[in-house]
């Protein structure tokens, strides 16, 4: 399958093979990292045998062949879900890879940061501490005031 | 005759198919050459309930047994 756009955009070339219970077709390396080709092609094991070979270089054919009968539309559906998925996990990668330093940043922080180096007894303290501070609106608080006394009589 | 499955090197561990192979000789006398470029798994006399499908489980097998034992490249 080739689309081709109108003048001026870039041409987009999804070219697969057809075959009984199999379609294939290949991936370039220089477009999608070996971890979505692998992650796209994992996710498609429950759903039919999946093939990787290596035509060429940078070049990684992918041949789907699904366990039970299936038409031509079912095929190329089929082929168009794995082209999605490896989009998808493309994508994701390229998140993960971006936003590694901020992860990084915030565990170093966690872990390392001065906030929470305080030991045990320094947050006992401190919750003692603010415990047996006046308060300084004197509001009462109704367990700690002391009931008044019915007069006698 | 003996259908063969070739599996590229540069994309499937060698663990893996070795495990593969494990796996599955129970179900078919399974032989394995290995060339630089592929690892040929040899299968005759293939579990008759399993038909056809033999070599295309263990084509999956060996694929989930690469991702699962892949740690993530940077690209």
Do not use: C
């Amino acid at each position: 399958m080739s689309e081709t756009p109108s003048d001026g955009a870039e041409t987009i070339d999804f070219t697969f093979q057809l075959t009984d219970r199999e379609v294939s077709f290949d991936v370039d390396e220089d477009l999608y990292s070996p971890d979505a080709i692998y992650s796209a092609a994992y996710l498609f094991i429950d759903r039919a045998y999946v093939f990787l070979a290596r035509p060429a270089e940078r070049k990684v054919r992918v041949r789907l062949r699904t366990k039970a009968a299936a038409t031509e539309a079912e095929l190329e559906a089929l082929a168009g879900e794995f082209a999605n998925e490896l989009l998808n996990s493309q994508l994701r990668f390229r998140i993960g890879r971006a936003t590694a330093p901020i992860r990084e940043h915030y565990m170093a922080r966690a872990f390392f940061g001065r906030e929470q180096s305080a030991t045990i007894a320094e947050l006992l303290a401190e919750l003692d501490a603010e415990e047996l501070a006046e308060d300084p609106l004197e509001i009462p608080v109704p367990w700690q005031a002391a009931p008044e006394k019915a007069p006698n009589g | 005759m003996a259908e063969r499955l070739e599996l590229s090197t540069s994309l499937y561990s060698a663990e893996a198919v070795r495990k593969t192979l494990e796996a599955f000789a129970h179900l078919g006398k399974l032989g394995l050459e290995e060339r630089d470029d592929a690892f040929v798994l040899l299968i005759s006399d293939p579990d008759p309930d399993l038909g056809d499908d033999l070599i295309h489980e263990m084509a999956n097998h060996a694929l989930a047994l690469t991702v699962t034992g892949r740690s993530p490249q940077q690209s």
